[in-house]
């Protein structure tokens, strides 16, 4: 194909994983904007850049391969892939952004502040540690793919005898979607809605401050959205054993409602989907990914089958069991 951009990555063999991803993040022009502009190096970096830039080179024509960026994987030494065989394209999504990240220099930090919010001035207090935890976990790290596409958990725990609010704070990569084995689908919108913005009950909690072991209430928000979300449909279990059920990958989602409320209510949070890796056949393992990008230069979708690349005029040609990563980048 003649366009910029519309050129498929060969398969090494068993590489369809990786080809996949690759061709969502160089569809998605947060990502592919951060990744050129930004001054990050280092084997797996450099290798991710080149791939991407022969991907959109004025006359590329045919498919590229990821031979150097496969070898750059290979030698990071903290790799727990083994890049010979078929592998999970979430797995080798997060390995590709640690290995990113480990290049840039800072080590993650795992530090989880913890508060109480039952005192005067408890929102100003909730705020700076939700600031700080971001800073030594996020910031810290200087890298501006993760920083895009990593977002924050607060995690809000009440004891129903004293009323003290412990705070606790964690980073994510990506929000689960999960099926339910009784219904016929699942909806990324109705995550956001209702699974997102979780709650329970907590029997026989130990409070850190009345000492006492009571029922306490916890309520996870999510205190930090990124620019790009990563949904993923967890259709793996037992194991390997895939769950084929249909998924409702709304082509626009708002998130408001998962969202910490520290004022009042916000405006619609809205993310578009920009790229889904997606799955055939019935193994984690096994089968086959590849990519639907929706195009920057034009309003079609784009099929990324390896070297194979197909218009697409919507995403109807996507079976509803395939989705299995959903790549969103934020509206605004």
């Known amino acids: 194909m003649g ?64 031979e150097a960026m496969v070898r750059a994987l290979r030698g990071y030494k903290g790799s727990c892939i083994d890049y010979d065989n078929q592998n999970d394209s979430h797995e080798f999504l997060v ?52 920083q895009a596409m990593y977002g924050q958990f607060v995690f809000l725990t009440q004891c129903q005898e004293c009323k003290h609010v412990t705070q606790s704070f964690d980073v994510f990569s990506s929000l689960p979607v999960l099926f339910d084995e009784t219904a016929t689908t699942a909806s990324v919108q109705q995550h956001a809605d209702q699974v997102w913005a979780s709650s329970e009950s907590i029997e026989g909690y130990q409070c850190d401050h009345c000492n006492n072991k009571s029922l306490a209430r916890r309520e996870c928000k999510i205190s930090r959205m990124p ?8 259709r793996f279990a037992d194991g390997d054993r895939k769950m084929t059920k249909d998924l409702h990958a709304e082509h626009e989602i708002d998130v408001s409602a998962a969202q910490l409320q520290v004022g009042p209510r916000c405006d619609r949070e809205l993310y578009r989907l920009r790229g889904m890796v997606c799955h055939r056949g019935m193994s984690r393992h096994g089968g086959h990914y590849y990519a639907v990008c929706k195009c920057t230069s034009m309003k079609n979708w784009v099929g990324f089958d390896d070297d194979a690349v197909t218009m697409m005029e919507d995403r109807s040609g996507v079976r509803k069991g395939d989705p299995y990563l959903l790549i969103y980048e934020r509206s605004s």
Request: glycine content about 6%.
């Open 3 to 66: 366009t910029r951009g519309l050129v498929g990555i060969e398969n090494l063999g068993c590489t369809c994983y990786l080809a996949a991803v690759v061709q969502c993040i160089a569809h998605c022009p947060t990502l592919i904007t951060l990744l050129m502009r930004s001054s990050m190096t280092g084997p797996v970096t450099d290798a991710l850049k080149e791939l991407c830039v022969a991907k959109w080179a004025v006359h590329a024509t045919s498919a590229v391969s990821p």
């Open 95 to 146: 390995e590709l952004m640690t290995a990113i990240e480990g290049e840039v220099g800072a080590p993650r930090s795992s530090v989880v502040e913890q508060g109480t919010s039952s005192r005067p001035g408890s929102l100003r207090v909730l705020l700076q540690r939700m600031a700080s935890h971001w800073d030594a976990t996020v910031t810290a790290n200087q890298c501006p793919l993760t």
């Open 227 to 234: 620019d790009v979300l990563v949904v993923h449909a967890m």
